[in-house]
């Protein structure tokens, strides 16, 4: 009898901590974007943590009002009379909302497809673009009718799109590469839709490399769009972290006029990043580029004009830089922007979204809470304040662990974080690195973190035990620095927490019909011997026919297929674009699973089946 008051007791106690517990995570704000009515006068700030919008009065730095939204907000605009603010919000369910700002009604306009992000007004055609990031589609939708008139399919995972000043080009930013990894080229692209045909008309590539881009915007001259994006050295083994051997951080340019890239420059210098660049924004006069560097806690301030005169000399014989020759030279060039460049230190963690008003700017700090304000002069002597969102919270060991994995702090000299190669919340890349803890020479596709804690052993060649080993050898051998206990422990909390995001591939969250097939194939064509139990996985090691020469050993690690959606290229060396090249490629003499004798439609239906889950 005793035993069980004494059982029941903890149990109560331990929901008791973990409601306590669960509320305080949900005490976090998390500004994410920024957007500014056209007077100039309110900020409105999306807090990601919270489900909120909040209202800062710019004259005040006051919050003087605060809107609670039915989902995680992913972007917002504030309409041209200024009496609306359209928020996009939620995941798998996601919405467009708009509030009026005169009423405070929240009114849900329309739904939308998953994560909808980055909404872009077109006042002239009374239009709303939103990039549906996991749905791989632009909802075009008409805000007389509230309907959306097409949806287009754009690469992978759109995240950031802009407008051409005559209003007849979306440009917009897909945030991962979209091909197989193990070729000449992978990287992220530009898709551009002609507003008048709704379609896709050109892609624009970035440079070999080019990835987790994340954020455009347009000169005030309407001439050139700028793109934040990581160029990872990708081809190099991972032997040594200085002068941008592994990962540096880019903004890509695009003369708009005949959508081609003009050329890449590094943000980082010679012998300091500038990590994961994340919000590009010029101020109204075209003095200045902003860039917000959520790795490096930073803001840098180009001086546009200088940055594109010095761009046009190189290769000519007035050409003033000492490194680069010509123009291919430049996306190499550690010095390009020294002296038309100030790095600013802002006074929060994780700077994010940004906005400029006049001769200020204002940056979402997203871990500390609060709005860095920086006033733009040329006299190097920059103030920063900071403003709260909120009271300051203690962290939880998530928070701190959320907080490390994308701090370029902890790297030797601030080149990356984790989320450089892990972006989207510890989730992959789409590229090929050459890590050297199982040899050189056999690059392997990064693997989502999701459940690495859960899958042991780690690596696609199983060479770390565990995630908690394979967490503390890359602070050491990919961040080159020394692993702080207390810090990988947060990083192992944080992993550990990550859920994940419901597939696409679902339809009203349930199987599709051609899925519901295809897991009968999964059955039949024996892939249940390894990929089994909750995670599909029964932790084991096997040859599948899918080993390089370079691999000393062809066995490898049985992985989960859970969110496969999410990360494509597939197979150890990544050169599976699709699940259906694993088995119509790479399969040929049923070494993976039982295959040859299926037909293209059982294939389709069997790769739709593993793709929801
Ligand atoms: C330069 C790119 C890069 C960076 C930076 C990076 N990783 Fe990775 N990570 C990879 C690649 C590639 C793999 C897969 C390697 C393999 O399969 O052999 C991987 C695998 C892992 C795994 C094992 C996953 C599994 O289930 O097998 C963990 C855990 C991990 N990384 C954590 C981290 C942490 C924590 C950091 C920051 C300290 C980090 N990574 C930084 C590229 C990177
Ligand atoms: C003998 C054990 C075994 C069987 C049977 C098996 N798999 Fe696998 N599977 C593996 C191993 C090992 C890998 C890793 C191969 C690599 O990385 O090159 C893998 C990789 C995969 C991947 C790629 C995952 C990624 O993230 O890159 C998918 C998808 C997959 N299997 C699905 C299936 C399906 C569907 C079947 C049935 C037709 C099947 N497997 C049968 C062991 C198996």
């Not at 489900?51 to 605009?77: A, C, K």
């Not at 892609?203 to 990581?230: E, M, N």
């Not at 860039?291 to 803001?299: V, W």
């Not at 000519?316 to 060039?333: A, F, G, L």
């Amino acid at each position: 009898m005793k035993f069980r008051i004494r059982q029941y007791i903890a149990i109560i106690l331990l929901i008791l901590v973990n409601g306590v517990y669960a509320a305080t995570e949900n005490l976090y704000r998390s500004p994410n974007f920024i957007a500014v009515n056209k007077a100039g006068t309110l900020l409105f700030i999306s807090e990601e943590t919270s489900n909120t919008i909040s209202v800062m009065d710019i004259n005040t730095g006051q919050i003087h009002r605060r809107y609670n939204l039915s989902g995680t907000p992913g972007g917002l605009i504030c309409s041209e009379d200024q009496n609306l603010l359209y928020v996009t919000c939620g995941q798998s369910n996601g919405v467009i909302s708009s509030i009026d700002l005169k009423t405070h009604k929240i009114n849900d306009l329309i739904s939308a497809g998953h994560t909808p992000t980055s909404p872009i007004l077109d006042s002239e055609r009374q239009r709303l673009y939103v990039s549906n990031r996991y749905d791989n589609r632009v909802s075009v939708i008409d805000l007389k009718t509230c309907r959306v008139i097409k949806n287009i399919s754009v690469l992978r995972e759109p995240i950031a799109a802009m407008l051409t000043q005559d209003g007849n080009h979306l440009f917009v930013v897909n945030h991962l590469p979209d091909n197989s990894s193990s070729k000449d080229y992978a990287a992220a692209e530009i898709s551009v839709i002609d507003t008048e045909r709704l379609e896709v008309f050109q892609t624009i590539r970035l440079p070999d490399g080019s990835t987790a881009a994340q954020g455009i915007c347009l000169s005030p001259d309407g001439k050139f769009a700028y793109v934040t994006h990581i160029m990872a050295r990708y081809k190099m083994p991972t032997t040594q972290i200085e002068r941008g051997w592994i990962n540096t951080n880019a903004i890509s340019i695009i003369n708009v006029a005949n959508f081609t890239l003009l050329n890449t420059i590094l943000l980082d210098d010679v012998d300091r990043g500038a990590a994961n660049p994340w919000q590009p924004t010029c101020s109204a006069d075209g003095k200045y580029l902003c860039i917000s560097h959520s790795g490096s806690h930073e803001l840098s301030v180009i001086d546009q004009q200088a940055m594109l005169k010095k761009l046009a000399l190189v290769g000519t014989d007035k050409n003033p830089s000492r490194v680069s020759d010509s123009p291919d030279d430049v996306p190499y060039d550690l010095t390009f922007l020294t002296d038309i460049r100030q790095r600013i230190s802002l006074p929060g963690k994780g700077p994010r979204g940004l906005a400029i008003v006049d001769d200020t700017v204002y940056v979402a700090e997203f871990f500390s809470d609060t709005i860095a304000k920086v006033k733009l002069t040329d006299d190097k002597k920059q103030k920063t304040s900071s403003l709260p969102l909120g009271p300051a919270q203690t962290l939880t060991a998530i928070r701190k662990g959320n907080m490390l994995f994308h701090d370029a702090g902890i790297c030797y000299q601030q080149w990356q974080s984790c989320a450089s190669c892990h972006p989207g919340q510890g989730r992959v890349d789409g590229l090929n690195w050459d890590l050297l803890n199982d040899g050189s020479g056999n690059p392997k596709n990064t693997k989502s973190l999701l459940y690495s804690h859960r899958t042991a052993p780690a690596m696609a060649l199983g060479v770390r035990a565990d995630a908690e080993s394979a967490v503390r050898s890359g602070i050491n051998h990919i961040l080159f620095a020394m692993p702080q206990e207390r810090d990988a422990v947060a990083i192992d909390a944080y992993l550990k927490s990550l859920k994940p995001i419901a597939s696409p591939h679902l339809v009203n969250d349930k199987l599709s019909i051609s899925a519901q097939r295809g897991g009968k194939v999964f059955e039949s064509a024996k892939c249940v011997s390894c990929h089994n139990g909750e995670m599909f996985t029964n932790q084991r090691s096997y040859d599948v026919g899918t080993g390089t020469g370079l691999d000393k050993d062809k066995s490898f690690d049985t992985p989960t297929l859970i969110e496969l959606w999410r990360t494509a290229p597939y197979l150890n060396d990544g050169r599976a674009k699709t699940v259906y090249d694993i088995f119509k490629i790479n399969n040929k003499v049923d070494e993976h699973g039982t295959t040859s004798n299926l037909t293209d439609q059982e294939i389709q239906d069997l790769a739709e089946y593993i793709l929801s889950l």
